[in-house]
Nanobody, 122 residues
Framework: QVQLVESGGGLVQAGGSVRLSCAAS????????MAWFRQAPGTERDLVAA????????YYGDSVKVRFTITRDNAKNTAYLQMNSLKTKDTAVYYC???????????????WGQGTRISVSS
C-alpha cells in the first residue's frame, strides 16, 4: 500500500512558476513509477508527466513539454513537478499517482493522491 500526499498548490500569475511535491509512504518508493495528472473542470484527467522508478525514463504531455519538469528524490520518497511559464490553461487540480510499472496510461496507476489545485491568473 502506498499513500500519496501532494503539496504546493495555490494561486499563481501567468508566467510564474510553482513546484508541486508528492510525498509517498512506504520503503519501496524507488520501485514505483510516478506520474502527475491534471483535471480541469468539465474535462477528463490527463497525464502531465511520468517518471520511472530510478528516474531514467520520463514522459511529458505535449502541452507541457519544455515548461514542466518531473523529478524524484528516492531518498526522500518524494516526487516533484516543476512548473514554469505557467498559462491560464494550466489551471486544474493536479494529482500524483504511483504505478508498479512505468506507463503513460492512467489506468496503469494504482495509487492516487487527493489532488492539489493550481489556479493561474492572467
Amino acid at each position: 500500500q502506498v499513500q500519496l500526499v501532494e503539496s504546493g498548490g495555490g494561486l499563481v500569475q501567468a508566467g510564474g512558476s510553482v513546484r508541486l511535491s508528492c510525498a509517498a509512504s512506504g520503503r519501496t518508493f524507488s520501485s514505483y513509477a510516478m506520474a502527475w495528472f491534471r483535471q480541469a473542470p468539465g474535462t477528463e484527467r490527463d497525464l502531465v508527466a511520468a517518471i520511472s522508478g530510478l528516474g531514467g525514463m520520463t514522459y511529458y504531455g505535449d502541452s507541457v513539454k519544455v515548461r514542466f519538469t518531473i523529478t524524484r528524490d528516492n531518498a526522500k520518497n518524494t516526487a516533484y513537478l516543476q512548473m514554469n511559464s505557467l498559462k491560464t490553461k494550466d489551471t486544474a487540480v493536479y494529482y500524483c499517482a504511483a504505478s508498479s510499472a512505468y506507463t503513460v496510461i492512467a489506468r496503469g496507476y494504482t495509487y492516487w493522491g487527493q489532488g492539489t489545485r493550481i489556479s493561474v491568473s492572467s
